[in-house]
């Protein structure tokens, strides 16, 4: 009789156990199938963040349509200037085009080759940027007057527009006409670094010389960028937004576009079987469908997008999907 009660009492013991494991098995270390669905990658345990592959291609190769979008300067902090190609002073009749110059073997500024158009000093700024952009061009030649004939004929307050070979124009505003001798023009102030968008246009002026074969004066007209495209540089760049309405199903991933003329396109992110590693599967320009397929796609795939602006920056990520098989 006693090796049945010592059976009956392992027995006993055996499923007693059994229940406690369970017991705490469910409540604290939670291996049960439910909390397997439900339990975060090891990653998000250890409370470390997924890492992110992504493309070492430069924007242009990414999204091979940017040119189109970069074509378009926009006015804020981002802006650099432009590189001027027409030269139009309406008070004056000067319609130019604008060659580009630099500094020649004696020191000074190289002059255009066509009498009848402008040039800009390529080693210093570009207009619309900060600092003194200049301007030259010749006032006359044997034949008569050249393109800055003009020039002296402005006053304060009149307008200079300078433009890209896209039109894309900066209108600046005359603040004075200053004539110096033509060994004592102050290039510091002409040529010099400033916080201020000037643009000084320079030419000949006074009586011509003809053992020097040169006018005995320098004008200087002093511009200044127009007061409303300054407020506009002065505008913050944004991140962009993140892409919204974001789906995974039927083998294809989609999102609704960034309402920004800045998007240059979208970046899609996956990460396979909690892996806790996002890689970058595709760029797609902000020209094309939002979508793309994925052959690949599991229930266990997760996605999310990111929009990307013409500066290179990118916004955050958006809302994860995994993956689905429905339609």
């Not at 940017?66 to 650099?80: D, Y």
């Not at 009498?115 to 006032?139: C, F, M, R, S």
């Not at 011509?208 to 004008?219: A, G, I, P, V």
Request: with cysteine; glycine share 6%.
């Amino acid at each position: 009789m006693k090796w049945f009660v010592r059976i009956a009492y392992a027995v006993f013991l055996s499923v007693f156990l059994f229940s406690a494991y369970s017991f705490v098995s469910d409540k604290y270390l939670q291996t049960s199938g439910a909390a397997e669905e439900n339990t975060p990658p090891v990653y998000k345990e250890k409370n470390l963040k997924p890492r992110i592959e992504k493309t070492r291609l430069s924007l242009e190769e990414e999204f091979p349509r940017i040119k189109k979008i970069k074509e378009t300067p926009l006015l804020n902090e981002k802006f650099e200037g432009i590189y001027p190609a027409k030269l139009s002073i309406p008070k004056a009749g000067i319609e130019a085009d604008i060659e580009e110059t630099g500094t020649l073997a004696n020191g000074q500024m190289g002059v255009p080759a066509d009498l009848q158009n402008a040039a800009w000093y390529e080693p210093g700024t570009k207009p619309g940027n900060k600092g003194n952009a200049v301007i030259d061009g010749h006032v006359d030649s044997k034949t008569g007057p050249a393109v800055f004939y003009s020039l002296k004929k402005l006053k304060k307050g009149d307008e200079v527009n300078v433009s890209d070979q896209n039109g894309f124009t900066l209108t600046y505003i005359v603040k004075e006409l200053v004539s110096y001798p033509k060994d004592q023009a102050p290039l510091k102030e002409i040529f010099g670094e400033t916080e201020k968008r000037n643009l000084n246009l320079i030419t000949c002026t006074g009586l011509f010389n003809k053992e020097q074969h040169t006018h005995e004066e320098r004008l200087v007209v002093y511009t200044e960028l127009a007061q409303d495209q300054q407020s506009e540089i002065a505008q913050k760049v944004l991140k962009p937004e993140s892409p919204s309405n974001v789906k995974a199903a039927g083998g294809f991933v989609s999102w609704y576009a960034v309402r920004n003329q800045n998007i240059i396109g979208y970046r899609v992110y996956k990460m396979e079987k909690n892996s806790g590693i996002y890689h970058q599967m595709a760029s797609v320009s902000a020209y094309e469908r939002k979508n793309i397929a994925d052959t690949k796609m599991q229930a266990d795939s997760s996605y999310y997008i990111t929009a990307v602006d013409r500066y290179g920056q990118e916004s955050a990520p958006s809302e994860t999907v995994k993956g689905s098989g429905e339609e």
